[in-house]
Structures are given as structure tokens and as C-alpha cells.
């Protein structure tokens, strides 16, 4: 079973422009308060990297999509929080028997969709069904183990097959998105949720604006419309924002903090994120192969060198980064030393290894030199193959021909990948995919979090991938502007606080 | 002349034909493809074949090119495989930034090249006409992104005159507002186009300071500026035609970094991301349209060429 993994270029493009380095960005992270009194008029712009491809939430990959719409336009029975929460959205509550095996919900009253249909217990079940039952939609193997999705009135129950202690987070994702039985909107380019924003309009290549759904069942939103504007270059960005022209940037790279910070008019914000910058390397290769050659290179990198040159978040020596169910500190398994690097290659027999990097191109070039520079350090020779996303899909992810790889996935909660031997990380651990399993079928949260503590372990001690950084949510806040979430904004942003004074 | 022209279009048809073949095979050789993108890092092979069928991408190339010419036959450009938005509805939108910024960048390009031009050969060997050469020289020099970025820094940032990156979301609403926000990407690529263009009017003017008929006129009497002025500027406007044929290439490209640079919703970010994206059939009518556009500019130049230059008439 594969997991989502979302891959945030924020990251990316962060780790690539560190030529003003030195400055960190401040570890406050609860939002700021507006100065003024909020207007129910204004309007927000928001800067993000990466803009989505299309707008079909049903099937197109991407974290923008998730960014943009998800809780914003598009709403599932439960949602998260940014802090990793599970909390009731179109349910206004919900039940887990105590063998894990009957999800009850129940359908809140007096719904209704943007174009000004009734959500009915049926959209629900038709919903969830055809996602289901669409294989060619990614999301739809997150619902593998529902055996019926029956409705009673405004009851909703899901009968499993077996326990799923993830179902829940599935449904808060993707996978239990509520769309209007047999609507006729066009998904490509149009929208017709439930949130608090319906879609005003989709600019490719420019932005995307969300405006307040004044029919909307909760509390409404506190501006009157929010635009997402496209701009990649973190410059341009910051230029935008000091011209007046953008409220946020997300994406942030902190160590340009100084330059919005000086004007007073911005304060940059930093929070936890699942974003994990993870080193594939290739076991199938004859090189790596051996975990000693892979423990060898973990130990020539400098994580703290690392860390500081990106200019915000911490290291991380295990797939689960800290905000996640099932994380522990693993700095014990392995620590910065080139000399112990040296011992554990010449160990394994090896000499004059040199290995290619495939990295995405929109990454830059900072975390490419620190590796070259750290592992010619104990002699391998790294050479560095920058392509683009769609090259780095086709050969490295799809064809698995590569050595090694770096990629940022920021999709929380995504250990599966290292219990799936098909996956591109060419990660095969029986004990690992059971104790994941284990995890899954678990009734009890601790003990699942318990198993896929155990298995993490298992994964870093086998020098599986090094774990390079776990990036931090970083964003640059107009002072007039509260209720912007920063954790976890590279995943998604939960627009439903916003709000801006014209102070 | 008729003959001339019925050659020359004869030319141009076959440049459209070459050009479709290349740049249907060259997209080809891109590693990936357009169903690994949208099903992205969460996706089983089968879920990427799934989608590679439903998108008809399995059809034999020599098929899949047999189609697209039998579309642009019948002046269909093909649709984008991601939003199934018609490429000409899609050039149509995107042209609305990127023609007014061409013409904007090649309106600041003459503006700084015909009068510097023309008063850097006049002053020839003189300290003010090196100088302008050399300010020419080292204008051309400039990286277009650098040059955008100390322009965005000063009138955007320091002086708040113009928007820093961006076009109005309601486009040419108020056209005040969309105009402003070319100013500086039009700047950009004029001052570089410019400079570079400044230097094929100072060559000319100089070569036509040396014709005859300017150096006759001269014996005659008139100042040798009357005479450069009077008899030797239109072979130097002449000159000058030929070469914004090949300027609409440049443009082209310029606005591919400049649109990157100041975000703006042009054919030339649209043609980055669908190169990015992997989405064929509309990268390749967009070339297309745009090799069509070149080409086009370059045959009513040669048109127009032959048609003012009387020596040339003669020879046909």
C-alpha cells in the first residue's frame, strides 16, 4: 500500500537561494496579533511556490491543490488541524466502536453546497464509494479496508474489514473529500464544495483567488477574499510583499528573515512541519548495497551544517519527523564523524567509490555542495546530475535508476513508503512491513504510535536513506494581518482565522 | 515581385512543415510524461498506466502526429492534456500580456537605439561618441534577470512607482493599471534589446555615411549631416527592418525569463510550465504558433525589404 508524499519546492527553492546566509528566522510560533480592528471587506494575498496543474482534487498529485482547497473550498467529515489534530468538520460527531471494526458519523444539518445544492447522507456515501472504487485515483487504496458505507437519516456508518488506525487521518485528507453526488461541475477548472471560501477564479500561471461563502455553515469567514499568487522566486517575493502587493509569503526562506523584518511591516514566523528532505539511496546498486557504505555516508554528513545553511528547522535521523505519531529521537544512530566514515568504508572493502546524485534542479545548489564537500571528505566522489521534476519522476521514481536522490516530502504521517519494497527509497524489511501492518491494525493509538516507533528504528538503524533536514514552516506575516496558521502551511493552509486590519 | 513572393511563401509553408516535425519529435525525447505528473509521488504504475490510456498516450507516434496535423488543417491547435482548455483559447488569453509587453519592449528598444544610434556614428572619434558606444557595449552585456531586478528594486521597492511583479487579475479592466504593470519587464528587455540594437544602427548609419549617393550629395553642397539625414537614413531604416524580424525572436525569449521574473501570466511562463508538466500536445502547439509567428514576421520583412529598396526591385 503507498502513502501519499507530497513534495513541497518551497523547501526546495529555500535550500537553493542561501547566497545572504547567516540570519535565522524567529522561533515564535503562534500567530500574531492584528493591530486594529479586522475588516470584513479586506482582502489577502498569500504567496506560494508552486501552483497546481490542474484543479481536480479527485486525481491530480501536488500539495498546492491541498494548500489551496482542501478545508478552504473543500471540506471531508472530519478534518486536522495544523498542530496534527483530528477535529469534526461536515460530521458533527463521529464514534469508533471499541474492536476499530464501525466508524458512526453523523452528517451535520442544514448544509450546502457553493453552487447551492443540499449535502445529503447520500453525497457522503457516493463520495466515498466511487473514490473507492476509482483505482486510478491515488487516494483510493486509503480506503481499502471500508467493507459498506451505509447512511440512516443523518447516520453515516463504515463497516471495516479489518481495524485502520489511519482511516480517520485518511479522511481528513484527499480520500474523504464530500463532493455533490453526480455534479456537473467541470473539476479541471472549476470547483463546488462546502467551506468557507468558494473558488472566484483560476489564473494558470498567475493565481487563484477564494472568496467568503456567505452561505457557509459555520462561522463565516473574516475577509472577503484571498488570493493565492504564484511567484517562485523568493526575491520577486519578498519584493512583492515589501511593495505592499503580498500580505504573506509562505515558503519562506529564512534566511532572507532580515530583509522583510527591517521594515517593519512584516514579522516572520517560524513552526513545526512534517517536511522531511530525505537522501534515498539505492540498495539495489552494487555500491550501496551494503549498510556499511550507507552508515558510512550518513556519518560523513554534517546534519548540523546542514541545518544551519538552510536556516531554520532540525536535524532528523529517522523517517518520522516530530510532529508525527510514532517519532523518537534518533540522534543515537548515527553522528557526525568523518573518521568513523573512513573506518566503515574501508571495512566494507571499498575504494575510490564514486556515486551520482539525481536532485531535482528547482532545489538549487547549497545542499548538493555541502554533500559533495562532506563526502569527498572521507573519498567518495559525488558527482551531481541536476534535472527537472518531471526527469527526476521518470527515472528516480518511476524507473528507480539512480544511486542517490534527494527530495523533500512533506506529506505528514507517510512511513508506509519505507513498508512498501516497491517504492522508490528500494526499502525491503519484512519486520518492518509487519510492524507497520501491526501498527494499522491497532485499536489502541498509543500502541499504534508504539509499533511505528519500533519500526522506525529498525528503518534508520538499517542506514535505510540519511535524512538530511526536518524543514520547518516558515512564513513572513503582514503585521495587519492575523489568524494565518504557521505550522505545517507546506502542507496545507486553513484559511478560516484569517483576517486584516487596514491599519 | 509576384514571383518572388510566391517563392518566399513557398519557403515559408516548408519552414512550418520542418518546424512541426522537429518540434513534434524533439518534446518526444523528454524522459516522463504527463500521466507520471498528475499522479505524482503517491502512485502505483498501474494508477500512472490507468491514466496514460485514458489520456492517449499508448497511441503510436506516427499517429499521434498524423492527428495533430490533420487538427492544424482544419486550424485546430490542439488542447492542453491537464485542463483540456483549447491551446488557441489558451495562446489567446496568455497573448493579451505577452503581445503588449513585445511591442512595449520593442517600442523602449528603437526609442533607445534609433537617436544614440544615429548620434554615436555622427560622432564618431569624438569622447561623447565612445562613450555612447561603450555604454552600448556594456548595456548589451547585462543579464536581462539582473537588469529587471535593480529596476524592480528602485521603482517598485525604494519609490513605489510601479508593481514590483504580477498583472491585474481582472487583465486590460483598467488599462492604466495593466499597462503599469509591464513598464518594468518592457524596460528590461528594451534596455538590453536596445543596446544591442544600437550598435546595428551606429554600423549602419556609418555604412551609409561611406554609399555614394551620400558622399555625392555631400560634394553637392549639403552638410554631410543634411546629406546622412536627407538621402542616407532610409537604406539605414532599411537595415533596420531586416533586423526586427530576428528582434520578435529575441523578444520571444526575452519575455520567457522576463515573464518568470515578474510573474506574469504570459505565453512565456505558460510555456515553461507545460514544458515542466510534461503536456505535449499543447507545448507543441504553442511552438508552433510561435515558430509560425517568427517565421510570418520574417517573410512580410523580406516582402516589405524588397518592396522600398528600388536596387533590389531591379535586380528582380
Known amino acids: ?503 | 515581385m509576384t514571383r518572388y513572393a510566391l517563392t518566399r511563401l513557398g519557403l515559408l509553408l516548408l519552414g512550418l512543415v520542418v518546424a512541426s516535425v522537429l518540434i513534434f519529435l524533439t518534446l518526444r525525447v523528454l524522459p516522463g510524461d504527463v500521466a507520471q505528473q498528475i499522479a505524482g509521488t503517491n502512485s502505483t504504475p498501474e494508477q500512472v498506466a490507468a491514466i496514460r490510456e485514458r489520456l492517449g498516450l499508448n497511441v503510436p507516434l506516427p499517429v499521434q502526429y498524423a492527428e495533430w496535423v490533420g487538427g492544424l488543417l482544419t486550424g485546430d491547435l490542439g488542447a492542453s492534456l491537464v485542463t483540456g482548455t483549447p491551446v488557441v483559447a489558451e495562446l489567446a488569453a496568455k497573448a493579451q500580456v505577452t503581445i503588449p509587453l513585445g511591442l512595449m519592449s520593442m517600442a523602449v528598444a528603437l526609442l533607445i537605439a534609433l537617436p544614440f544610434g544615429i548620434l554615436a556614428a555622427l560622432r564618431r572619434g569624438r569622447a561623447d561618441g565612445t562613450f555612447l558606444s561603450f555604454g552600448a557595449q556594456t548595456l548589451a552585456a547585462v543579464p536581462v534577470v539582473w537588469a529587471g531586478m535593480m529596476l524592480v528594486v528602485v521603482f517598485a521597492v525604494w519609490l513605489g512607482w510601479l508593481p514590483a511583479q504580477g498583472f491585474p487579475r481582472d487583465g486590460w479592466r483598467e488599462p492604466g493599471r495593466a499597462f503599469a504593470s509591464l513598464v518594468l519587464p518592457a524596460v528590461t528587455i528594451g534596455v538590453v534589446e536596445g543596446a544591442m540594437l544600437m550598435r546595428f544602427v551606429r554600423s549602419a548609419t556609418l555604412a551609409a555615411m561611406g554609399q555614394d549617393f551620400v558622399r555625392t550629395a555631400a560634394a553637392k553642397g549639403l552638410t554631410r549631416r543634411a546629406a546622412l539625414l536627407r538621402h542616407g537614413l532610409p537604406t539605414v531604416g532599411l537595415s533596420i527592418i531586416s533586423v526586427l524580424g530576428l528582434q520578435v525572436a529575441g523578444i520571444v525569449v526575452g519575455a520567457v525569463v522576463i515573464e518568470q521574473l515578474f510573474t506574469l501570466p504570459g505565453i512565456g511562463r505558460m510555456l515553461v510550465a507545460d514544458v515542466g508538466l510534461r503536456d505535449l500536445p499543447k507545448v507543441q502547439g504553442e511552438l508552433l504558433a510561435l515558430t509560425a509567428v517568427v517565421l510570418v514576421v520574417g517573410f512580410i520583412v523580406d516582402l516589405v525589404h524588397r518592396g522600398l529598396d528600388p536596387r533590389q526591385r531591379e535586380v528582380s
Not at chain 1, 479527485?58 to 482547497?69: H, K, P, V, Y
Open chain 1, 1 to 503: 500500500m503507498l502513502r501519499r508524499t507530497a513534495l513541497s519546492a518551497a523547501a526546495l527553492l529555500a535550500a537553493g537561494t542561501l547566497v545572504l546566509a547567516g540570519c535565522t528566522g524567529g522561533a515564535d510560533p503562534a500567530p500574531s496579533e492584528t493591530v486594529g480592528v479586522p475588516n470584513p471587506d479586506a482582502s489577502v494575498s498569500i504567496r506560494l511556490v508552486l501552483e497546481p496543474s490542474n484543479l481536480d482534487i479527485r486525481q491530480t498529485a501536488g500539495i498546492s491543490l491541498d494548500q489551496t482547497l482542501i478545508d478552504n473550498v473543500y471540506q471531508g467529515l472530519v478534518a486536522r488541524t495544523a498542530e496534527g489534530e483530528i477535529v469534526d468538520s461536515l460530521a458533527s460527531s463521529h464514534e469508533v466502536s471499541p474492536d476499530g471494526l464501525t466508524y458512526t458519523f453523523t452528517l451535520r444539518d442544514g448544509v450546502t453546497f457553493h453552487d447551492g445544492q443540499p449535502l445529503t447522507a447520500q453525497d457522503v456515501v457516493s463520495s466515498l464509494t466511487t473514490r473507492q472504487s476509482t483505482p486510478e485515483w491515488a487516494d483510493s487504496e486509503r480506503l481499502a479496508n471500508i467493507a459498506s458505507i451505509a447512511a440512516d437519516g443523518q447516520t453515516i456508518t463504515l463497516t471495516l474489514t479489518q481495524p485502520d488506525s489511519a482511516l480517520l487521518w485518511n479522511l481528513t485528507g484527499r480520500a474523504g473529500i464530500i463532493l455533490k453526488e453526480g455534479d456537473a461541475v467541470d473539476y479541471n477548472t472549476a470547483a463546488n464544495g462546502t467551506g468557507p471560501f468558494r473558488l472566484a477564479n483560476w489564473r494558470q500561471g498567475a493565481s487563484l483567488t477564494l472568496e467568503r461563502n456567505d452561505a457557509y455553515w459555520g462561522d463565516p469567514a473574516q475577509v472577503a477574499d484571498v488570493t493565492f499568487d504564484f511567484i517562485p522566486d523568493n526575491q520577486a517575493a519578498i519584493n512583492a510583499a515589501l511593495s505592499g502587493e503580498i500580505d504573506v509569503i509562505v515558503g519562506f526562506d529564512a534566511t532572507l528573515a532580515d530583509q522583510v523584518e527591517a521594515s517593519g511591516d512584516f514579522t516572520v514566523e517560524t513552526g513545526s512541519a512534517t517536511d522531511k528532505s530525505v537522501l534515498a539511496m539505492n540498495s539495489t546498486t552494487e555500491a550501496l548495497a551494503d549498510p556499511r557504505v550507507r552508515e558510512a555516508i550518513r556519518t560523513a554528513i554534517d546534519h548540523e551544517a546542514i541545518v544551519e545553511a538552510i536556516g531554520a528547522g532540525q536535524t532528523l535521523f529517522g523517517p518520522i519527523p516530530e510532529p508525527d505519531p510514532g517519532y523518537e529521537d534518533l540522534s543515537d544512530v548515527v553522528s557526525y564523524d568523518p573518521d568513523v566514515a573512513r573506518t566503515l568504508l574501508s571495512e566494507a572493502g571499498v575504494e575510490d567509490l564514486s556515486l551520482t546524485l539525481t536532485i531535482p534542479s528547482a532545489y538549487g545548489s547549497t545542499l548538493s555542495q555541502i554533500l559533495v564537500s562532506n563526502l569527498n571528505d572521507v573519498g567518495i566522489d559525488l558527482r551531481v546530475d541536476p534535472v527537472d521534476f518531471g526527469t527526476w519522476l521518470s527515472d528516480v521514481y518511476t524507473n528507480k535508476d539512480y544511486e542517490l536522490s534527494v527530495v523533500n516530502h512533506a506529506e505528514p504521517r507517510d512511513f508506509e513508503n519505507w513498508a512498501d519494497p516497491d517504492y522508490y527509497f528500494t526499502y525491503d524489511n519484512p519486520e518492518v512491513q509487519e510492524l507497520y501492518a501491526q501498527s494499522l491494525a491497532a485499536t489502541d493509538e498509543a500502541a499504534a504510535s508504539d509499533l511505528l516507533a519500533q519500526a522506525a528504528r529498525i528503518v534508520s538503524e538499517d542506514h535505510a536513506a540519511d535524512w538530511l533536514y526536518n524543514w520547518a514552516s516558515v512564513v513572513a506575516v503582514a503585521t495587519n494581518v492575523s489568524g494565518m496558521p504557521v505550522d505545517n502551511v507546506n502542507a496545507r493552509i486553513d484559511l478560516a482565522e484569517i483576517a486584516k486590519s487596514d491599519g
